[in-house]
């Protein structure tokens, strides 16, 4: 009978034992928990957030000079941007195209950036109807600017590549894309974008 009361103690002792001792661990906060069951980090959503700047129907007038194109080409195009995957990502479609001695392009591309809460940084895919595609990592340097850099090689030509956009308002941004294939930066692309008007549903 001393021995059954003995055990029970101990048991009871090991009980208390166990529940202050996580009693004294500090409470885990609401996103901790979300990130507990793969070790992620919370989703980003303050920086996400500074992205809906870019959401809508933009038009764009733009002037390039890419090597192998006339210079100073004019571009028009138009580009819709909506948020897809739950929301961790933008996803922008881009259509636009030129005309050079009296025969024209037509040029579509795609683009998906996010926040990578783990390497802390924006991160942008970009893919076309040209076969070309990139990976860049983004930053805001302040408010209003936002710039994206990446690197390539381009027939044997390694190069880097860095685009920077402005706020200018809500409905209007700039954005100049360089490149520097080992002789300093040189301006490929100066666009302006507009924000078109959203349509009102009919009802």
Known sequence: MRKSLAILLVLVLATALVVAVAQDKPAKSKSEQEAMPMGMP?????????????LGTWS????INFPGMPPNTKTKSTIVTKKTLGGMYIMGSYKGGWEV???????????????DAM???????????????????????DDKT??????????????????????VSPTK??????????QGWVTTMEGT???????????
């Open 42 to 54: 919370p989703m980003p959503t303050a920086e996400l957030a500074k992205l809906d700047v870019f």
């Open 60 to 63: 764009g007038d733009e002037t």
């Open 101 to 115: 001695d009296g025969k024209k392009t037509d040029f579509e591309g795609m683009s998906l950036t996010t926040y």
């Open 119 to 141: 390497k802390q940084t924006y991160r942008e895919w970009w893919f076309d109807s040209m076969g070309w595609g990139s990976e860049s990592q983004g930053k805001w340097v």
């Open 146 to 167: 936002y710039v994206a850099e990446s690197s390539g090689d381009m027939g044997g030509q390694p190069f880097k590549q860095r685009g920077t956009t402005n706020i």
């Open 173 to 182: 941004h700039t954005t100049k894309m360089e490149m520097d294939m080992g």
């Open 193 to 203: 974008y507009t924000k078109q008007a959203e349509k009102k549903a009919n009802k």
